[in-house]
Nanobody, 124 residues
Framework: QARLVESGGGVVQAGGSLRLSCVVF????????MGWFRQAPGKEREFVAT????????YNTASVQGRFVISRDNPKFSVHLQMNSLKPEDTAVYYC?????????????????WGQGTQVTVSS
């Protein structure tokens, strides 16, 4: 069992930055890949970024490439999403997730545990 708690969401103007954090409570969290997803009103949950268990490899979806950076701090059982140059279309509830393998993963079905989500709102 694992519990994930996100923080760092808020309201920001277009072009601004936010840093999301996710702390994992549970055994062996550092052994698994992690990811960030988002869901806007009326839309399906979509992949944003993923990182492998040791933090050496990461991958972002094309729409956030060059603007968002995922990182993790295994001694502190946490993962972060630095979001720069935010756009109104980035507005969504952002979720972190803990995978079931050490590798990166882009599909929601590859993740066993999810946080409760944190709202990010970007105003134009």
């Amino acid at each position: 069992q694992a519990r994930l708690v996100e923080s760092g969401g808020g309201v920001v103007q277009a072009g601004g930055s936010l840093r999301l954090s996710c702390v994992v409570f549970g055994p062996h969290a550092a052994l698994y890949g992690m990811g960030w997803f988002r869901q806007a009103p009326g839309k399906e949950r979509e992949f944003v970024a993923t990182i492998d268990s040791d933090g050496r490899t990461s991958y972002n979806t094309a729409s956030v490439q060059g603007r968002f950076v995922i990182s993790r701090d295994n001694p502190k059982f946490s993962v972060h999403l630095q979001m720069n140059s935010l756009k109104p279309e980035d507005t969504a509830v952002y979720y972190c997730a803990l995978g079931r393998a050490a590798d990166m993963a882009t599909r929601p079905g590859d993740y066993d545990y999810w946080g409760q989500g944190t709202q990010v709102t970007v105003s134009s």
